[in-house]
């Protein structure tokens, strides 16, 4: 779907996948305006075909657009062309357990313009990709450590907003956790530098004692859907849950009391990601005996009953594609 001034959003088409041509001027190149969602279908072992939550994917998509100054979309629109492409791709579903199609919808500035301004011409595209199951081998805890050094985000910046700056900013980060064979690291707020925020692609949720923390949205973590959803499941099971500042020092106490009972990021990908071990500067804090815990197992096994058909869907979280 193109977008010119003037014109508005046109000339909705779904096209084979391969190169697009691009004016080497062309905005999003130069000053990254661009935004991206990313959501999953999922084949039901009837047959049918599932979207999860797709409304607040392009709910989403609508306010990164405001704060990135591109022109919003009818988002009903955005979900009708998005069902009429999953069921045209549906067969690119893989066969095997726990396997998904990966679906991208991103909008990109495509006026060419060396000047900084926000773009007069965009182009909205969805690819969709097959995705093998996260977990082959079992859900296995990720290591992670707290980054003392970068900063990802800060409150009135971008970091609520799926914008590819965001992920431009972390990658020294996460290229060194690899170096050290961490999987991601844990961003801190960027002015106190205490404050919990989230993972690479992930929302953090911690258990302690009979309480479930996650940070607040206070505008420098992307609010995710899965985070949202984990929050009013886990508040349907009669748990108790906390939206609010955490910071990793009230973690490490609460690390030293054993009131630490499990760690773990939520996302699209990964779904739920146990953390088996934290580390803070020399603190080496193991989660749980470095094993997933009950709360993130129930969590997981309810969450993809529900993505895969395999449940009653009570909040009615499911589309169904076909
Ligand atoms: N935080 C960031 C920075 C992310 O990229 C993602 C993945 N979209 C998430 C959190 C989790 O969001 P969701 O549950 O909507 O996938």
């Given at each position: 779907?193109e ?5 508005g959003?046109?000339?909705a088409?779904?096209?084979p996948?391969?190169p697009?041509a691009m ?15 990313g959501?999953?279908a ?8 599932y979207?999860?939550?797709?409304q607040?994917?392009f709910k989403r998509?609508n306010s990164?657009?405001?704060r990135?100054?591109i022109?919003?979309?009818?988002e ?5 062309s998005?069902k009429?492409?999953?069921e045209?791709?549906?067969?690119w ?5 726990d396997?998904s ?5 991103f909008?990109?500035a495509?006026?060419?313009k060396?000047?900084?301004?926000s ?7 969805v690819l969709?990709s097959?995705s093998g199951p996260?977990?082959?081998?079992g859900?296995?805890?990720v290591k ?6 970068y ?10 907003v ?6 431009a ?5 996460q290229?060194e956790?690899h170096?050290?064979?961490?999987s991601q690291?844990l961003w801190?707020?960027g002015?106190?530098?205490k ?12 258990v302690?004692g009979d309480e479930?923390?996650?940070p607040a ?5 992307l609010?995710?859907i899965?985070?949202k ?5 886990l ?9 609010r ?6 973690v490490?106490?609460?690390?030293k009391?054993?009131?630490l009972?499990e760690?773990?990021?939520t ?5 739920i990601?146990?953390?088996g071990e934290?580390?803070?500067g020399d603190?080496v804090?193991?989660?749980?005996g470095?094993?997933i815990?009950?709360v993130?197992q ?5 969450l993809?009953?529900i993505?895969w ?9 499911r589309?169904?594609?076909?």
């Amino acid at each position: 779907i193109e977008y010119d001034k003037g014109q508005g959003w046109h000339d909705a088409r779904i096209v084979p996948y391969g190169p697009i041509a691009m004016d080497p001027a062309a905005m999003c190149l130069h000053y990254g305006q661009e935004i991206f969602e990313g959501m999953k279908a999922y084949r039901g072992d009837d047959g049918s075909v599932y979207l999860f939550r797709p409304q607040e994917n392009f709910k989403r998509l609508n306010s990164s657009c405001e704060r990135m100054c591109i022109p919003q979309m009818d988002e009903e629109l955005l979900l009708e062309s998005l069902k009429m492409l999953v069921e045209l791709d549906s067969g690119w579903i893989p066969a095997a357990k726990d396997s998904s199609l990966y679906i991208r919808p991103f909008i990109i500035a495509t006026e060419p313009k060396l000047g900084v301004k926000s773009s007069d011409s965009y182009l909205y595209m969805v690819l969709l990709s097959p995705s093998g199951p996260y977990y082959p081998s079992g859900l296995d805890p990720v290591k992670i450590y707290v980054e003392q050094s970068y900063v990802r985000s800060v409150r009135g910046g971008t970091g609520m907003v799926k914008t590819g700056g965001n992920y431009a900013a972390a990658l020294k980060a996460q290229d060194e956790a690899h170096e050290q064979d961490y999987s991601q690291v844990l961003w801190l707020d960027g002015v106190e530098r205490k404050y919990i925020e989230e993972v690479g692609a992930m929302n953090m949720f911690f258990v302690l004692g009979d309480e479930v923390v996650t940070p607040a949205l206070l505008g420098s973590i992307l609010p995710g859907i899965t985070r949202k959803s984990v929050i009013e499941m886990l508040r349907s099971w009669g748990m108790k849950v906390s939206e609010r500042r955490i910071s990793i020092d009230e973690v490490a106490e609460a690390y030293k009391n054993g009131q630490l009972k499990e760690a773990f990021g939520t996302g699209t990908a990964a779904v739920i990601s146990p953390v088996g071990e934290l580390k803070h500067g020399d603190l080496v804090m193991t989660i749980n005996g470095g094993k997933i815990g009950p709360v993130s197992q129930r969590l997981y096994d309810a969450l993809t009953a529900i993505q895969w058909g395999r449940a009653e869907d009570p909040f009615g979280w499911r589309v169904k594609v076909k």
